[in-house]
């Protein structure tokens, strides 16, 4: 598989992830508890490990990018 194969299924995790952590996380904060506890604590930190570790990787599949552009040496 390539860098850009992984890439592409990476960030779909990445961006399916970060919905499933988010929208539940700021409707459980701004209401108080609008979804039961027993849901929210079945879903929440699970979606939030897959998206912590999918973000890790979405950095390490771009550290070159992320090298060249952000750590390039000045002459
Ligand atoms: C947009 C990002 C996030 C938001 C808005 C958010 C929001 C929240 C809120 C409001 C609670 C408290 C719920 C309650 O006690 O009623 C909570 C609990 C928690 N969050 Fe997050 N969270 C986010 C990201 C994450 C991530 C990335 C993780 C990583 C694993 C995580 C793991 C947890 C855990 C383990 C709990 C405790 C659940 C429990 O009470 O058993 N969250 N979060």
């Known amino acids: 598989?390539?860098?850009?194969?992984?890439?592409?299924?990476v960030n779909?995790?990445?961006?399916?992830s970060f919905f499933m952590v988010?929208?539940?996380?700021v409707i459980q904060?701004?209401?108080q508890g609008a979804i039961p506890?027993?849901?929210f604590r079945s879903i929440h930190p699970i979606a939030g490990t897959i998206?912590?570790?999918a973000g890790f990787t979405h950095v390490a599949?771009?550290?070159?990018?992320i090298k060249v552009n952000y750590f390039k040496k000045k002459k």
């Not at 988010?22 to 996380?25: L, V």
Request: glycine share 4%.
């Open 29 to 31: 904060f701004v209401t």
């Open 61 to 65: 599949l771009n550290y070159k990018w």
């Open 51 to 53: 998206f912590t570790l």
């Open 12 to 16: 779909i995790i990445l961006a399916l």
């Open 37 to 39: 506890y027993s849901t």
């Open 1 to 9: 598989m390539t860098r850009l194969q992984a890439l592409k299924i």
């Open 22 to 25: 988010s929208i539940p996380g």
